[in-house]
C-alpha cells in the first residue's frame, strides 16, 4: 500500500551531502503529491514530537550546505520499546505512513523497530565513515576524502622543507576508508586502519628506507579506530630517531561544503527512497553498486560488516614506494 505522508530525519554522526538528501527528499515527495514532514534532532524530534510540515522553500539553498538544517542527536529512548512505540505513534497522530532516515547503522537499527511498528521506513547512508556495506559509497565520505586530501597537501609541502614525517589521524570510528581512500590520493607512504595489522618497527623501517632512498618526506595516514597518532609518531622516533610531527584532523572532516559527488549521490538516493515507499517498500537500505540504484533489507546491511577494499591497500603501498 502507497504512502501518503512522509517524514525526513537525520541522525547519528552528521556528514556533508545530508542537506542534499534532505532536499531531494522534500522536493521529490512533493513532486509526487505527498504531504511532506521534517524532524528535528533525529529520533529525539521524532519521539518529543518535534514535527513540522515541510514545502519547496524549506529546503532552499541547502544543497551546498555542510551539516543538517533537521540537526541531528543521540537518543537513548529510541534504543527502548517504549521509546520506539511513542515515535510510531507521534508519526500516525500526524498522518504520516512513511520515514525516510539518514544515518549510520546504529540509525538504521532505529528505522527497522520502526518499520516493524507498520511505519514503512527507508535509510539513506548518512556517514563520512563509508562503512555500511551495500553502497559503494556513504553520503560524505567523498567530502571526507577530499578534505583529508587537501590537509595532506599542505604537509607535504612543510614536512620537504624539512625533512620530516607527518602522521596524520584520520576519522572513521571502526572503519579505515578514509584512511585508505586520502592515503592513495595523496601518496602517502604508509596508511593504517583497523583492517589491516600492522608492526611498528615495519613502518619505522619502511619510514627510514624512503628518506634513504631519497624522499625528502613520509606520510603516514592512521585511522582514528587503530590508536592515536601520538602513539605511532613516538613509535617511530623512538626506532629511527627521526623526527615525526602530528596533525589530527578531527572534526574539520565534518565540515564544509559536500563535493558534487556528495551532491548528486545525496539526490539521487533521496528521490529513489521516496519512489520505494510510493511503491509500498519499507525496511530498506538504499544504495548505489556500481552506479546502480539498490535497496537492501535493513536487517541484512546491519548484520554485514563493509568488506575492505584489499587491492587498493596493496595498490597505494606499491605506488608510493
Ligand atoms: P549512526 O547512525 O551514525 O551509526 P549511532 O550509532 O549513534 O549513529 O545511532 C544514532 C541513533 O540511532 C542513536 O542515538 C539511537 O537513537 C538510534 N539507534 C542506534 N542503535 C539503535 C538500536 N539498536 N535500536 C533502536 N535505535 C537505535
Ligand atoms: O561516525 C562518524 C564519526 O565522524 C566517526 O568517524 C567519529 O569517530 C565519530 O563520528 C565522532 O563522533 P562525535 O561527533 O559524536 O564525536
Known sequence: MSVKSIAVLTSGGDSQGMNAAVRAVVRSGLFHGLKVFGVQRGYYGLIH????????????????????????ARCK????????????????????????????????????????????????????????????????????????????????????????????????RHCGDIALYAGLASGAETIIVPEVPFEIEQVARRMKEGFEAGKRHSIIIVAEGVGKGEDIAKGISDRTGLDARVTVLGHIQRGGTPTHNDRILASRLGDFAVRKLIEGDSGKACGVIRNELVATDIATVVATKKPFNMDLYDLALRLSQ
Open 49 to 72: 514530537n518535534d514535527i513540522r510540515p515541510m514545502d519547496l522553500r524549506s529546503v532552499g539553498d541547502i544543497i551546498q550546505r555542510g551539516g543538517t538544517v533537521l540537526q541531528t
Open 77 to 172: 529512548e529510541m534504543m527502548t520499546p517504549e521509546g520506539q512505540q511513542l515515535a510510531a505513534e507521534n508519526l500516525r497522530k500526524l498522518g504520516i505512513d512513511g520515514l525516510v532516515v539518514i544515518g549510520g547503522d546504529g540509525s538504521y537499527q532505529g528505522a527497522n523497530k520502526l518499520s516493524q511498528l507498520g511505519i514503512k521506513t527507508m535509510g539513506l547512508p548518512g556517514t563520512i565513515d563509508n562503512d555500511i556495506p551495500f553502497t559503494d559509497f556513504t553520503i560524505g565520505f567523498d567530502t571526507a576524502v577530499s578534505i583529508v586530501v587537501d590537509a595532506v597537501n599542505k604537509l607535504r609541502d612543510t614536512m620537504t622543507s624539512h625533512e620530516r614525517s607527518s602522521v596524520v589521524e584520520v576519522m572513521g
